[in-house]
């Protein structure tokens, strides 16, 4: 029964299964919140995550023994350059799923972005996309940023889409459309103390083995011939493995979503008042420029790796407080 023990991981195995690779350095968002107001509003922005700060704050929560007192929090700081409006897609739904019904995309993308994507914009291709929006269940923009608006030195753009909800499917599709060509900034879809969720890639660590990977627990010195090995995979009849036994394999890149991740600062380094920047830039991102946020607490990823915002979709509150910011900490 001892050997049996060993096995079992002081974290929860089914958790997170399978621990495999992302894909993409790109995360994806594939649940959105519906908004109950009758305006149209684009969910999603993003930013490139830069360093840590400490935020000094008064603490704003009720009921907990801290309230009203000064509060020293992580923060984590993101450049958030303005995304481009480049289309509108339009999506049905049957028994089958989702499928897209139309994208049409605005006249004057730039160069570096165009070539990234075909767009094949037919003649009267807006005027047809609102006459199909009778069958049409949700709408979407599709949003692109380039990581050279943040400073880095990558030029093929992020091409994402971001949901849209408030209204109903003329409203939306009204919105996207005036929207069209346009950037839009982090301010005109989130605002200063409103939680997010944040979507990322985290930072791969390789191929660990289990202890490390899983956190079992070693096995007692001289028992085994190996110390750093599960104490047993199974039984010897049925002669097979289950998917909940930890194996040694991936260990990081993995896709996360964080939940509710309040954003406690909001503004642009033009601002004279905001000093953002320690001395030489963050160690391996440099100097913050343009608009940027500050979230409570730590984000999935590592430096300069692209990092996804979306509204809320848990624990909305019926308003929205804005912190109040003694010190920020750099």
Same mark, same amino acid.
Request: net charge positive; with cysteine; hydrophobic share 35%.
């Given at each position: 029964?001892?050997?049996?023990?060993?096995?079992?991981?002081?974290?929860? +195995?089914?958790?997170?299964?399978?621990?495999?690779?992302?894909?993409?350095?790109?995360?994806?968002?594939?649940?959105?919140?519906?908004?109950? +107001?009758?305006?149209?509003?684009?969910?999603?922005?993003?930013?490139?995550?830069?360093?840590?700060?400490?935020?000094?704050?008064?603490?704003?929560?009720?009921?907990?023994?801290?309230?009203?007192?000064?509060?020293?929090?992580?923060?984590?700081?993101?450049?958030?350059?303005?995304?481009?409006?480049?289309?509108?897609?339009?999506?049905?739904?049957?028994?089958?799923?989702?499928?897209?019904?139309?994208?049409?995309?605005?006249?004057?993308?730039?160069?570096?972005?165009?070539?990234?994507?075909?767009?094949?914009?037919?003649?009267?291709?807006?005027?047809?996309?609102?006459?199909?929006?009778?069958?049409?269940?949700? *709408?979407?923009? *599709?949003?692109?940023?380039?990581?050279?608006?943040?400073?880095?030195?990558?030029?093929?753009?992020?091409?994402?889409?971001?949901?849209?909800?408030?209204?109903? *499917?003329?409203?939306?599709?009204?919105?996207?459309?005036?929207?069209?060509?346009?950037?839009?900034?982090?301010?005109?879809?989130?605002?200063?103390?409103?939680?997010?969720?944040?979507?990322?890639?985290?930072?791969?660590?390789?191929?660990?083995?289990?202890?490390?990977?899983?956190?079992?627990?070693?096995?007692?010195?001289?028992?085994?011939?190996?110390?750093?090995?599960?104490? +047993?995979?199974?039984?010897?009849?049925?002669?097979?493995?289950?998917?909940?036994?930890?194996?040694?394999?991936?260990?990081?890149?993995?896709?996360?979503?964080?939940?509710?991740?309040?954003?406690?600062?909001?503004?642009?380094?033009?601002?004279?008042?905001?000093?953002?920047?320690?001395?030489?830039?963050?160690?391996?991102?440099?100097?913050?420029?343009?608009?940027?946020?500050?979230?409570?607490?730590?984000?999935?990823?590592?430096?300069?790796?692209?990092?996804?915002?979306? +509204?809320?979709?848990?624990?909305?509150?019926?308003?929205?407080?804005?912190?109040?910011?003694?010190?920020?900490?750099?």
């Amino acid at each position: 029964m001892g050997a049996r023990k060993n096995h079992q991981p002081r974290r929860g +195995s089914l958790a997170y299964s399978p621990r495999i690779r992302a894909k993409s350095m790109e995360a994806r968002i594939r649940a959105w919140p519906k908004l109950d +107001s009758e305006e149209p509003k684009i969910l999603a922005h993003c930013g490139f995550k830069a360093g840590c700060v400490q935020i000094v704050s008064i603490d704003d929560r009720d009921k907990v023994p801290n309230a009203g007192k000064q509060l020293v929090s992580l923060g984590t700081v993101l450049v958030t350059p303005p995304v481009l409006v480049l289309g509108v897609r339009g999506y049905s739904k049957d028994h089958d799923g989702m499928h897209a019904e139309f994208d049409v995309y605005a006249d004057d993308i730039p160069k570096y972005i165009s070539k990234e994507i075909t767009v094949k914009n037919k003649e009267g291709a807006l005027d047809n996309a609102e006459k199909s929006l009778r069958k049409i269940k949700e *709408i979407f923009a *599709i949003v692109a940023v380039s990581p050279r608006a943040a400073g880095l030195e990558q030029k093929k753009p992020y091409i994402f889409e971001a949901s849209v909800s408030g209204g109903d *499917i003329q409203k939306q599709f009204a919105h996207v459309k005036e929207l069209l060509g346009k950037e839009i900034k982090i301010d005109q879809i989130f605002e200063t103390g409103a939680s997010v969720d944040v979507a990322a890639i985290t930072k791969g660590k390789g191929w660990q083995g289990v202890i490390q990977r899983w956190g079992v627990k070693k096995k007692q010195h001289k028992s085994r011939k190996t110390v750093r090995e599960v104490g +047993s995979l199974g039984p010897i009849s049925p002669q097979s493995v289950m998917y909940t036994v930890p194996r040694a394999g991936q260990m990081g890149f993995h896709q996360r979503i964080e939940y509710d991740k309040r954003i406690m600062i909001m503004g642009n380094t033009d601002d004279e008042k905001i000093k953002i920047n320690p001395d030489g830039g963050y160690k391996h991102f440099g100097l913050v420029k343009g608009d940027f946020i500050i979230l409570k607490g730590s984000v999935p990823g590592t430096y300069r790796r692209l990092i996804k915002l979306r +509204s809320q979709i848990r624990n909305v509150p019926a308003k929205v407080n804005k912190p109040n910011i003694l010190e920020v900490v750099i």
